[in-house]
Nanobody, 116 residues
Framework: QVQLVESGGGVVPAGGSLRLSCLVA????????MNWFRQAPGKGREFVAQ????????SYADSVKGRFTISKDNDLKMVYLQMNSLKLEDTGVYHC?????????WGQGTGVTVSS
C-alpha cells in the first residue's frame, strides 16, 4: 500500500521558517519524482517544487523561488520542504506527491498558516 504522510505544518509569523517532511512507503522511492503542491483557502491546488528522479534536478514555482528548498533522504524515504521568509500568501495545505509517468500518489497534506 502506497502511503505519503506529511508533517511539520503549523502557525508561523511572517518572515519565519518551517520545514515540512513527507514519509513515503510502498513505492520504490528512487523511481519517482517528488513534488510539493499547496492549496490556499478557496483556491485550486498549485505546484510548489519538484525534485526530479533521474538527475536530482529541482524546479520551483516563481512565487517560492529563492525562499523554498526541496530535498530528500533516500535512506529514510523522506522528502523535505524547507520554507524560509514565509509570506501571508504561503498559507495553505501542503501536499507531498510522488509522480512517475501518468501515475501520481498524494499525501493528505499538512496545514501551514502564516500570521501577520
Amino acid at each position: 500500500q502506497v502511503q505519503l504522510v506529511e508533517s511539520g505544518g503549523g502557525v508561523v509569523p511572517a518572515g519565519g521558517s518551517l520545514r515540512l517532511s513527507c514519509l513515503v512507503a510502498g513505492i520504490t522511492f528512487s523511481d519517482y519524482s517528488m513534488n510539493w503542491f499547496r492549496q490556499a483557502p478557496g483556491k485550486g491546488r498549485e505546484f510548489v517544487a519538484q525534485l526530479y528522479r533521474r538527475n536530482g534536478g529541482t524546479s520551483y514555482a516563481d512565487s517560492v523561488k529563492g525562499r523554498f528548498t526541496i530535498s530528500k533522504d533516500n535512506d529514510l524515504k523522506m522528502v523535505y520542504l524547507q520554507m524560509n521568509s514565509l509570506k501571508l500568501e504561503d498559507t495553505g495545505v501542503y501536499h507531498c506527491a510522488a509522480s512517475r509517468g501518468s501515475t501520481t500518489y498524494w499525501g493528505q497534506g499538512t496545514g501551514v498558516t502564516v500570521s501577520s
